[in-house]
């Protein structure tokens, strides 16, 4: 089969691999329909991300068609079932699962004596993604294996287009997630850094739940616009002072809670001299994330409000305020997306049309193309806000 293959720092080839084979009777194999390329695998893209390895497949936002399925996989499957696959690999039986936290499964990372060493305990093993979290063979592709597949599935209807269900694999719950573990109420001020898919997912998401003012900060104008059109205030860093202007939006009280839809790149910018640094430090070794976003947050949200953070951060980050977090009294709530928790009311608000997640689609492009794919996501060329890949 042809599949997106990880050969090195920005050195993503289509290449011709091995087709998956059932390993486990608990895995499927799922024709792929439809995959995307997310915010998170230029991470590895650049190789910020530790443990990855020549030969790995890329790609965690996938669904499609089951074509294959082990025999304890005991009816939650049946070929021809169309899914959508989360990136989260989950065995549906541990305590964890058991009480909704699926990104942090205790029993699908098949690399859990290394995630016990990093991260002191392990979290749920995930497609496409570093050997931290279990070094699984990604979805774009052709075909995909799912472990755990009487778990780790979305049943989808048909008659419904894929590009509206596709990101119910991850930027559609993250975004939800973000919104959601903020416990918006009628009167926030909700502030929202990054317009990209994710930030884009968050805006809605927000709006959906009820904030009375939701404002999106980035400096591309497509993303802007599309914010905008979502109901979303906007702010242009690179033209204004993200502190005036949300001081001059709350009455000088700041955010009730703030979303850092950005992580561990912050953009660099010779006016912020902390995001310079940042990046002088990454570049030798001496800090692994620009956690510029996270610092400009903790400053200006409302004391006793609410931070969610669902960009990714890989390790070590510097100069965090952690004086101005602890006086201001502020609650931080982090974490990779529990995505099956909220997976029936997100296909449900879908289906009854409060919401077409399709709206974020800029490209669409055969499987062949992702590698040039990637540098346009990332240079975000020709408008490009999310890439959806069809194999």
């Known amino acids: 089969m042809r599949a997106l293959v990880w050969h ?3 050195d993503i080839r289509c290449d011709t691999v091995s087709d998956p084979e059932i390993e486990d009777p608990r895995d499927a194999i799922i024709k792929v329909t439809s995959c995307a390329i997310c915010g998170s695998d230029l991470h590895l893209f650049h190789n910020f991300i530790p443990a990855m390895l020549p030969g790995d497949i890329m790609g965690h936002e996938t669904m499609g068609e089951v074509v294959e399925v082990g025999e304890a996989v005991n009816g939650a499957l049946k070929r021809g079932d169309r899914v959508v696959i989360p990136f989260t690999i989950i065995c549906g039986e541990c305590d964890q699962c058991k009480a909704g936290n699926f990104s942090v499964c205790q029993r699908t990372n098949r690399n859990k004596k290394l995630a016990d060493k990093v991260f002191g305990h392990t979290t749920a093993g995930l497609f496409g993604y570093t050997h931290l979290t279990g070094g699984y063979p990604g979805g774009q592709a052709e075909y995909l294996r799912v472990p755990f597949a009487d778990a780790t599935h979305i049943k989808v209807p048909d008659g419904i287009p894929d590009e509206k269900l596709l990101f119910l694999s991850d930027i559609f719950p993250t ?3 973000a919104a959601a573990q903020a416990d918006i109420q009628p009167t926030d001020t909700v502030a929202i850094w990054g317009c990209g898919p994710v930030g884009q ?9 009820g904030a009375e003012q939701v404002i999106a900060i980035d400096r591309i104008p497509e993303r802007l616009e599309m914010a905008e059109a979502g ?3 906007t702010i242009n860093f690179e033209n204004e002072s993200v502190v005036e202007r949300l001081n001059d939006l709350t009455g000088g009280e700041g955010p009730h809670k703030c979303i850092d ?3 561990m790149e912050s953009h660099v910018m010779p006016s912020q001299p902390d995001t310079v640094l940042d990046r002088a430090k990454q570049m030798i070794g001496l ?3 620009r956690p510029h976003v996270l610092r400009e947050m903790i400053y200006v949200c409302r004391p006793a409000g609410t931070i969610s953070i669902p960009g990714v951060y890989g390790g070590f980050d510097d100069k965090i305020p952690m004086g101005q977090l602890m006086n201001k009294g502020l609650t931080i709530r982090t974490g990779q997306t529990h995505v099956n928790r909220w997976s029936s009311d997100l296909l449900r608000r879908i289906e009854e049309e409060q919401i077409d997640p399709s709206f974020v689609v800029t490209h669409k492009v ?3 193309q992702g ?3 990637y540098k346009v996501f990332r240079d975000k060329q020709d408008g490009c806000v999310k890439v959806m890949l069809t194999p």
């Not at 968050?202 to 739940?209: C, N």
């Open 366 to 368: 055969p499987l062949e």
């Open 175 to 177: 975004g939800w997630q």
């Open 231 to 233: 109901g979303a205030i």
């Open 371 to 373: 590698p040039e794919m």
């Open 201 to 209: 997912m968050a805006i809605r998401s927000a709006v959906l739940l």
């Open 8 to 10: 090195g720092k920005e």
């Open 261 to 263: 839809c950005i992580g």
């Open 287 to 289: 800090e692994t994330d």
